[in-house]
């Protein structure tokens, strides 16, 4: 209880600490508008459907990024993880390329896809792959020996050995991977739109601020952080679940 | 156990040869079907390196970048350092603070990027001020973390056989820090890397972020490529080093 009222003073404190900070004489309104008129058009953007065609544009390319980058992640780490020699030869490449930043490939993919929506949701699949695919790597070749011996000797096929204890041991971790790949895959979206895009949330935000329009693209900020607290979540949420489902 | 028979190459061999033999995937596909304004084969870009290197300006700017992110990867661990100490030594303060540190964690913050642009400009204080905005969260987490992970008991014991602060803080707290301080180092230089390449990406005038855009407006892809592998040297350099460091420090912790 007390440790609520602590946070909740902390937050009042900072909203006062931004109010007085914007006061005439204070930080120019164009580097820190002040609260009440951002919250106001905050509040514009939850009830009118300006903002709908750019979270339109930005939520496919994230669903298109994701759904390729899970897909393509999950099919190339079973078949690596199948055999142990894979495994030994493919998981050190992925692990050293994932170390590479992957938004360097960003200026390439414009080249390569253009201003719209394909150069995001190539940077998107490429950087949500690596984490379902190593985690599905890792989740699949490292199931207990014992099991697998055990099912075996009681005469599991291949289908069953899979089904019954290959996945319910690998899951979990699959999971985590998915989680992550969908959480990078958004905010990796968002940064391709702020570099270069026609369109979407993160080229909202640029244009707006390009405008000068500081308290309405503090409003979109406060939407787009909004948005990934919620996605973060619900993730979060549906990973405990399908961990739950799978026992 | 069910293991196949040893295969004749070692791992690392086949890994050289599944490397190789993309490259030269690439080499064929791009040299016989790929539209050359869009697409090099490996040997021109390998090529293109000499020239990279032998333009000063361009030269000048791989170095702007390297500073950038070497300045805000330093700032970041000494400001997240004693950021991340001073709220997870006190118990008030790691209640009050750290929910707050974790939610602007949780800012997508690419979305601040133009923020910054306003506040410092488009020279490099923007781009270090938004390495250090990425790396200093990681720091600081990992720091509290660490503080966390201390045994209660030992500090019990120490004070109880008459330990001042500071011979507590010397012989316990930072030994026991240096394994978390090493990790929150590796995740602190990722995020680092990743802010100042983005921010080079959006606006910059004398950085990499200028010449891969002239690169790719000019559909020159040679110099793209070789530009960008450059670039990720650099950076898997820095990792790597990052990396090596914790797994030589966290052995410590073995103890």
């Given at each position: ?80 993880s199948r ?29 390569f ?12 699949t ?6 379902v ?7 699949l ?64 935000i ?35 679940r ?6 | ?8 190459l ?8 599944v490397?190789?033999?993309?490259l ?37 700017a791989?170095?702007?970048t ?33 929910p ?9 913050q690419?979305?601040?990027?133009p ?86 990406l ?6 990499i ?47």
């Amino acid at each position: 209880m007390s440790k609520r009222l602590v946070q909740l003073g902390v937050l009042i404190a900072i909203l006062v600490a931004w109010y007085v900070a914007t006061l005439p004489g204070g930080v120019h309104p164009l580097l820190l508008p002040p609260p009440i008129p951002v919250f106001r058009n905050f509040g514009v953007l939850l009830t009118t459907s300006s903002i709908w065609p750019d979270l339109f544009v930005t939520v496919r390319e994230w669903v298109t990024a994701f759904c390729l980058a899970s897909t393509a992640g999950c099919l190339i780490g079973y078949l690596v993880s199948r055999s142990g020699y894979a495994v030994r030869v493919f998981d050190p490449l992925f692990a050293g390329l994932y170390s590479v930043p992957a938004i360097l490939l960003f200026p390439l993919y414009l080249l390569f896809f253009g201003l719209g929506a394909g150069s995001k949701i190539a940077i998107g699949t490429t950087i949500a792959f690596f984490p379902v695919v190593l985690n599905t790597i890792a989740g699949l070749s490292y199931v207990d020996k014992a099991y697998i011996t055990a099912a075996k000797s009681m005469g599991a096929n291949s289908a069953q050995l899979f089904w019954s204890v290959m996945m319910p041991a690998a899951f979990p971790v699959i999971l985590t991977g998915l989680r992550l790949g969908c959480i990078v895959a958004f905010l990796s979206i968002l940064g391709g739109e702020t570099i270069s895009s026609l369109a979407g949330l993160g080229h909202r935000i640029v244009s707006l601020a390009e405008n000068m329009e500081t308290s309405q693209m503090f409003a979109n900020i406060l939407f787009a952080v909004a948005m990934a607290i919620i996605i973060n979540g619900l993730v979060s949420f549906a990973e405990a679940r399908g961990r739950r489902g799978f026992q | 156990m069910s293991e196949r028979r040893g295969p004749l190459l070692s791992p690392g061999i086949t890994r050289l040869l599944v490397i190789i033999g993309l490259l030269v995937l690439w080499e064929v596909s791009a040299r016989f079907y790929a539209d050359p304004l869009f697409l090099c084969p490996p040997s021109q870009a390998v090529m293109a390196l000499k020239h990279i290197f032998s333009e000063p300006k361009i030269v000048k700017a791989i170095e702007i970048t390297v500073y950038e992110m070497v300045t805000a990867f330093l700032v970041s661990v000494a400001f997240g350092m004693t950021v991340g100490l001073a709220i997870g030594l006190h118990g008030f303060t790691k209640q009050a603070i750290l929910p707050v540190v974790l939610l602007l964690y949780a800012i997508p913050q690419a979305t601040i990027l133009p923020l910054f642009v306003l506040s410092f400009g488009i020279g490099p204080a923007a781009k270090i001020a938004f390495g250090i905005s990425h790396g200093i969260f990681p720091v600081i987490v990992t720091t509290v973390a660490g503080v966390q992970n201390l045994r209660a008991p030992l500090l019990t014991a120490a004070k109880s056989m008459g330990a001042s602060r500071f011979q507590v803080f010397t012989s316990i707290i930072f030994p026991h820090m240096i394994p978390s301080f090493f990790t929150g180092m590796r995740l602190g230089m990722t995020a680092v890397l990743l802010g100042v390449l983005l921010a080079e990406l959006y606006v910059s005038t004398a950085g990499i972020g200028f010449y891969t855009r002239l690169f790719a407006e000019s559909f020159s892809p040679p110099d793209l490529f070789a530009l960008i592998a450059v670039l990720a040297a650099i950076a898997v350099t820095l990792n790597e080093g990052c990396r090596t460091m914790e797994r030589r420090f966290s052995r410590w912790h073995a103890m």
